[in-house]
């Protein structure tokens, strides 16, 4: 009954930019949370950026002053910009909500497919 839905991913080279997007949609009341995470082939999924209602927003140390979360509450959406990637960066890219449906029940678990970010010259 809800949905996240990942877009953006894709091959940069070293030192640019890509933004993705999450939308999230079903039997949505209130979007309490979004965040990315990522995993890189033989890592721990770990977490990139959240941003929680009133605009609080917390980073890894390693994306700090490069990557950017912001939400559109209206379109249910967030949103990931991604400046001066390193190779580092490549792994899958997963969204996470933390939603309250309108029946009242609130889960923090909803993720969506993932979207590969490859950061190669």
């Known amino acids: 009954q809800v949905q996240l839905v990942e877009s953006g991913g894709g091959l940069v080279q070293p030192g640019r930019s890509l933004r993705l997007s999450c939308e999230a949609s079903?039997?949505?009341?209130?979007?309490?949370?979004m965040g990315w995470y990522r995993q890189a082939p033989g890592k721990q999924r770990e977490l990139v950026a959240r941003?929680?209602?009133?605009?609080?927003?917390n980073y890894a140390d390693s994306v700090k002053g490069r990557f950017t979360i912001s939400r559109d509450n209206a379109k249910k959406t967030a949103y990931l910009q991604m400046n001066s990637l390193k190779p580092e960066d490549t792994a899958v890219y997963y969204c996470?909500?933390?939603?309250?449906?309108?029946?009242?029940?609130?889960?923090?678990?909803?993720w969506g497919q993932g979207t590969q970010v490859t950061v190669s010259s």
């Open positions: 996470n909500a933390d939603l309250t449906r309108f029946d009242g029940s609130r889960f923090d678990d909803y």
């Open positions: 079903g039997s949505i009341f209130r979007i309490n949370a």
């Open positions: 941003i929680i209602n009133g605009g609080n927003t």
